[in-house]
């Protein structure tokens, strides 16, 4: 098994879709009546959830009708964002089947399937012709591409000259010996490529982009952390839990540990491509 492939199944997910609409019927929402902000306990899989969202599309110069590409999309929550928010048209891809499945459909539920839609597919393949958007976005994928610099070169090639790219990752910031597994994006050491934002613009720069912004956003975790601990200890009906499985308690409980030593934090890098 290949290195994606050990990525897929760490994600993959059966029986997903019914999980959170069953969620959502628990938590007193009307699954026929659904609009983005119901799915965000649960479809913004990243440190900081919708918060995060919010913060880095305010860097970004949206407009309605913007063609954005969204990299590892997940349950799609940041791309549907985008849509419901800013008018844009976005287009998400993700490895793992199950994730596109389910975000196709979600997108349906809340009115968005016309501007939204997931395909399944790899980061290191993407499948769009040349200048086919005016931004990318990249949310917590990076820990689990191993090698960026072509990445990055597929990424610039399908943007317009001038078009943003927007990470926000879990990067490295010390010595990653101590830190411990399984984490929400790897089981084992074995498929986690956490790497520091110096590889990270060393690779932008590489495949021709110029980056424009950095920043640590330690204070996007503390307030999450907070909020997750509540959330991972109550198990409410939806929430974070329904995508990271049975191990959830110690997969955040390592996380944390991992910020609060110092040995990672979520950044935020946002560059123009040349």
Not at 103 to 130: E, K, T
Request: net charge neutral; proline share 4%; with cysteine.
């Amino acid at each position: 098994m290949g290195v994606e492939e050990h990525v897929v199944s760490h994600y993959a997910r059966a029986g997903l879709e019914a999980a959170i609409l069953a969620g959502l019927a628990a938590a007193g929402k009307d699954v026929a009546r659904l609009g983005i902000d119901d799915l965000a306990p649960v479809d913004e899989f990243h440190v900081g959830g919708r918060a995060a969202t919010e913060v880095l599309a305010a860097e970004l110069k949206l407009a309605a009708g913007m063609k954005l590409l969204d990299i590892g999309s997940g349950l799609g929550g940041t791309a549907r964002y985008l849509a419901a928010r800013y008018g844009c048209d976005v287009t998400g891809i993700d490895l793992t089947e199950d994730f596109v499945a389910v975000a196709n459909a979600l997108a349906a539920r809340v009115g968005l399937g016309r501007r939204v839609r997931y395909v399944h597919g790899s980061a290191a393949d993407l499948p769009f012709p040349p200048a086919a958007f005016a931004g990318a976005t990249m949310l917590h994928t990076g820990m689990n591409i191993a090698d960026k610099a072509p990445v990055f070169r597929g990424v610039r090639r399908v943007l317009e000259p001038g078009g943003f790219f927007a990470i926000y990752d879990i990067m490295a910031e010390a010595d990653l010996a101590a830190l411990a597994y399984p984490q929400p994006w790897a089981s084992t050491a074995a498929t986690s490529f956490v790497e520091p934002a110096a590889r990270y613009a060393a690779c932008l720069a590489e495949a021709g982009f110029t980056l424009t912004h950095q920043r640590r956003r330690r204070d996007l975790a503390d307030a999450f952390f907070a909020r997750l601990r509540t959330t991972v200890a109550s198990a409410p009906p939806l929430g974070l839990h329904l995508v990271m499985g049975d191990t959830t308690r110690t997969k955040v409980a390592n996380m944390i540990a991992g910020v609060e030593a110092g040995l990672i934090a979520p950044v935020t890098l946002i560059a123009r491509a040349d």
